[in-house]
């Protein structure tokens, strides 16, 4: 072993006679390659495809499938009732807007009127708006409301 080797190098070659390191395993696990399905190219970690990733801007984690509220086709998903109106309408500072129905409220927190930032506050007023839309119910659409403004209090968006 050369003498002008650090103390660590001197280790892991003594591990090494111990043990040899060995070749790096190419692991082949049956079943669904991600990038394949996903990308429509070459294997996991390649670059390219037939088509680019899908990248997704909306702030709101998924919910049934889509992170755009209400997204396409909520009728299919029982939610008839996106163009009912807010309990009270809530005017936001900037930009300009005044969100008046459970549509506009939606197109809030899926980042398409300002830049939202995703966060369990956030996550659960779309969860009561997409309930309210579905339900119709006063109950639910008072829950919403109150759930919308108390986000845009503390977002700082009135």
């Known amino acids: 072993?050369?003498?002008?080797?650090?103390?660590?190098?001197q280790h892991q070659s003594r591990m090494d006679r111990i043990d040899p390191p060995r070749?790096?395993?190419?692991?082949?696990?049956?079943?669904?390659?991600?990038?394949?399905?996903?990308?429509?190219?070459?294997?996991?970690?390649?670059?390219?495809?037939?088509?680019?990733?899908?990248?997704?801007t909306s702030p709101i984690a998924p919910i049934d499938g889509r992170d755009r509220l209400p997204g396409d086709g909520p009728e299919r998903l029982g939610e008839t009732h996106w163009d009912d109106d807010l309990i009270y309408p809530i005017q936001l500072a900037h930009p300009q807007v005044r969100l008046k129905?459970?549509?506009?409220?939606?197109r809030l927190l899926s980042g398409e009127i300002t830049?939202?930032?995703?966060?369990?506050?956030?996550?659960?007023?779309?969860?009561?708006?997409?309930?309210?839309?579905k339900t119709g119910t006063v109950e639910d659409v008072?829950?919403?409301?109150d759930d919308l403004d108390r986000l845009v209090r503390t977002e700082r968006l009135m």
């Open 1 to 9: 072993m050369a003498k002008s080797a650090y103390p660590d190098d």
């Open 142 to 145: 008072s829950a919403a409301t």
């Open 115 to 133: 830049n939202m930032v995703h966060s369990a506050a956030l996550q659960l007023a779309a969860k009561k708006l997409v309930r309210a839309a």
């Open 23 to 56: 070749g790096k395993l190419k692991v082949r696990t049956p079943g669904l390659d991600q990038a394949r399905h996903h990308q429509g190219g070459g294997t996991t970690g390649e670059v390219g495809g037939d088509r680019p990733a899908e990248v997704s």
């Open 101 to 106: 129905t459970l549509r506009d409220a939606g």
